[in-house]
């Protein structure tokens, strides 16, 4: 009786894979898991804290006790003192579009609503950053302007950068203050 203690029969192959498929199975899927929410979390740390429209109206917004035209005057001013050209400008509306000079196929561009709300002027900036690229690059976008030249560009990111919607408001103010007192 001894002996066919001792003694076992050959395993099976397929036997012996399955269990070690079965063994790993649960290894296997927690390091799936593990490595998918790392880089989860790095394209958010890359991409920044994700603001709610809300958040994002708060930065970008600002009200004012002055005149919309003093106040439209004034924003146009901080663009242009940014290195920005004005693209396009209406009073009427409150509406005003500008762009920087290309750099390192980098460019910035800048909108601004100025509206009258109650007494207060209210002024919306916005900045844009477009990254150029070639025809010839794969998801590159075409675009053609209203005067008929091709504007290319591959990759355009709002800029949500707080640091700066606080140093053109402060700007802002700047100018208020000079325009005011003159």
Same mark, same amino acid.
């Given at each position: 009786m001894?002996?066919?203690?001792?003694?076992?029969?050959?395993?099976?192959?397929?036997v012996c894979w399955n269990n070690v498929f079965m063994?790993?199975?649960?290894?296997?899927?927690?390091?799936?898991l593990a490595?998918?929410?790392?880089?989860? /979390? *790095?394209?958010?740390?890359?991409?920044?804290?994700?603001?709610?429209?809300l958040e994002i109206q708060s930065l970008q917004t600002r009200e004012y006790k002055a005149p919309k035209e003093l106040v439209f /005057?004034?924003?146009?001013?901080?663009?242009?003192? *940014?290195?920005?050209?004005?693209?396009? /400008?209406?009073? /009427?509306t409150g509406f005003i579009s500008a762009k920087s000079l290309l750099q390192s196929d980098t460019q910035f561009?800048?909108?601004?609503?100025?509206?009258?709300?109650g007494g207060m002027t209210r002024v919306r900036?916005?900045?844009v950053k477009k990254a150029s690229g070639s025809r010839w690059d794969s998801g590159t976008m075409m675009h053609h302007h209203k005067?008929?030249?091709?504007? &290319?560009? &591959?990759?355009e990111k709002q800029v949500l950068d707080a640091a700066l919607y606080q140093n053109a408001f402060e700007q802002i103010d700047s100018e208020l203050f000079v325009r005011s007192s003159h």
């Open positions: 001894r002996a066919s203690v001792l003694y076992r029969e050959p395993l099976d192959s397929s063994a790993t199975l649960p290894l296997l899927f927690l390091s799936i490595l998918s929410l790392s880089s989860c /979390a *790095l394209l958010q740390e890359m991409q920044g804290p994700q603001l709610t429209p /005057a004034s924003v146009m001013s901080v663009f242009q003192n *940014l290195g920005y050209n004005i693209v396009s /400008a209406d009073q /009427a561009t800048g909108t601004a609503f100025v509206e009258t709300i900036l916005s900045f005067d008929g030249h091709l504007e &290319k560009y &591959k990759d």
